[in-house]
T-cell receptor
Framework: NAGVTQTPKFQVLKTGQSMTLQCAQD?????MYWYRQDPGMGLRLIYY???????DKGEVPNGYNVSRLNKREFSLRLESAAPSQTSVYFC?????????????FGSGTQLSVL | RKEVEQDPGPFNVPEGATVAFNCTYS??????FFWYRQDCRKEPKLLMS???SGNEDGRFTAQLNRASQYISLLIRDSKLSDSATYLC??????????FGAGTRLTVKP
């Protein structure tokens, strides 16, 4: 019953440091997503992957890179963290290849960039 | 104008009350609509999809008004466990979903 698992749960970085957020799903879903959630704003899509081997930019991709390592795993990398990237990050997956269906979310990563 | 707008609340209601939230969207071509529930410091979870004809799931009723471009969520007989933030989600185009910032509901004893 793992669903979508993302690590770490909490992270504090200094400006300029890099890190990778990991995400894995065990539901054999085709699509995976990375969102960020900021106070007073809805979740915003950073990147998504409609299938293994493909990735596409979402609404707020600047400052991030992603890798769809295989069908299960989708990682998000911050190459040079900035305070504006302080946020809660959620990974999600969905069964099909279209971003218009039920999303299953991981438990989130609280990231602070000082 | 935001693509999806919700009243942030908070809505504070007593147990047993009926409460309704609206959510407006700007893209008239939007095709899919959803309500998600998010508990404090937790991930969002799908509450229900919203169909053109309206749909009901127990104490929850969702409606779509395409002419006025809004969706609504009605909760009857509120329970303490209904306390959460309710996120409106709209699919304005293929391969895109837009989330509202959420409406916070607190149900009090």
């Amino acid at each position: 019953n793992a669903g979508v698992t993302q690590t770490p749960k909490f992270q504090v970085l200094k400006t300029g440091q890099s890190m990778t957020l990991q995400c894995a799903q065990d539901m054999n879903h085709n699509s995976m997503y990375w969102y960020r959630q900021d106070p007073g704003m809805g979740l915003r899509l950073i990147y998504y992957s409609a299938s293994e081997g493909t990735t596409d930019k979402g609404e707020v991709p600047n400052g991030y890179n992603v890798s769809r390592l295989n069908k299960r795993e989708f990682s998000l990398r911050l190459e040079s963290a900035a305070p504006s990237q302080t946020s809660v990050y959620f990974c999600a997956s969905s069964e099909g290849s279209f971003h218009n269906e039920k999303l299953f979310f991981g438990s989130g990563t609280q990231l602070s960039v000082l | 104008r935001k693509e999806v707008e919700q009243d942030p609340g908070p809505f504070n209601v007593p147990e047993g009350a009926t409460v309704a939230f609206n959510c407006t969207y700007s893209n008239s071509a939007s095709q899919s609509f959803f309500w998600y529930r998010q508990d404090c410091r937790k991930e969002p979870k799908l509450l229900m999809s919203v169909y053109s004809s309206g749909n009901e799931d127990g104490r929850f009723t969702a409606q779509l008004n395409r002419a006025s471009q809004y969706i609504s969520l009605l909760i009857r007989d509120s329970k303490l466990s209904d306390s959460a933030t309710y996120l409106c989600v709209v699919n304005p185009r293929n391969n895109d979903m837009r989330f509202g910032a959420g409406t916070r509901l607190t149900v009090k004893p």
